[in-house]
């Protein structure tokens, strides 16, 4: 089983759909997740922390289910400008902070 | 805003050739990390680095690799003797603290001719 496993898509959504991207994990001894947003040829940027409460922030809402091992990102209303690869992360470095990816989950929204 | 920044942005070598991709980390960061990304694939870890240590480092980190932080600002990846495979993007990273948030820079593209 791949440590972090995403849908690759690619997801073809038109503006204004609303859209779900799902991750499991492996590890069971994860600390700390995220989802990072990865532009072509560009950084990881953080989009958000993920927490076992669910977070939300703005159009995003993310959330984590230790007990399934699983972790979710939905998008409201979407912008041509989410377009993009959304990396599903996961911290399995308790005291060293080593971070796993997923191979990500392409969004392209079309107007 | 403080950011990560890598020099140099692309690096074209012959492979057995040394090259070597700077970093310099956000300032009041304490742990630094470098990643690869072989065009393609997702990103893989290579090597964590707290209190001038490697701290956990990937099978990808072989003995061709190591790291060093030779002043208060600068991190510093050496590959001693480049194969075609070590093209990739390298993205350097940093964090104060080791669960949270870790920022990176925006890479290094190496080309092993």
């Known amino acids: 089983r791949k440590e972090v496993e995403q849908d690759p898509g690619p997801f073809n959504v038109p503006e204004g759909a609303t859209v779900a991207f799902n991750c499991t994990y492996s590890?069971?001894?994860?600390?700390?997740f995220f989802w990072y947003r990865q532009d072509c040829r560009k950084e990881p940027k953080l989009l958000m922390s993920?927490?076992?409460s669910g977070n939300e922030d703005g159009r995003f809402t993310a959330q984590l289910n230790r007990a399934s091992q699983y972790i979710s990102l939905l998008i409201r209303d979407s912008k041509l400008s989410d377009s993009a690869t959304y990396l599903c992360?996961?911290?399995?470095?308790?005291?060293?902070?080593?971070?796993?990816f997923g191979q990500g989950t392409t969004l392209q929204v079309k107007p | 805003e403080p950011e990560v920044t890598q020099t140099p942005s692309h690096q074209v070598t012959q492979m057995g050739q040394e090259v070597i991709l700077r970093c310099v980390p956000i300032?009041?960061?304490?742990?630094f990390y470098w990643y690869r990304q072989i065009l393609g694939q997702k990103v893989e870890f290579l090597v964590s680095?707290?209190?001038?240590?490697?701290?956990?480092k990937s099978e990808i980190f072989d003995d061709q690799f190591s790291v060093e932080r030779p002043d208060g600002s600068n991190f510093t990846l050496k590959i001693r003797s480049t194969k075609l495979e070590d093209s990739a993007m390298y993205f350097c990273?940093?964090?104060?603290?080791?669960?949270?948030?870790?920022?990176f820079g925006p890479g290094t593209r190496l080309l092993v001719l």
């Open positions: 992360v996961v911290n399995i470095g308790f005291d060293t902070g080593k971070l796993i």
């Open positions: 993920v927490y076992s």
């Open positions: 990273a940093s964090n104060s603290r080791l669960q949270e948030t870790q920022y």
């Open positions: 300032s009041n960061h304490l742990y």
């Open positions: 680095f707290y209190n001038n240590e490697i701290s956990e």
């Open positions: 590890n069971s001894a994860s600390q700390s």
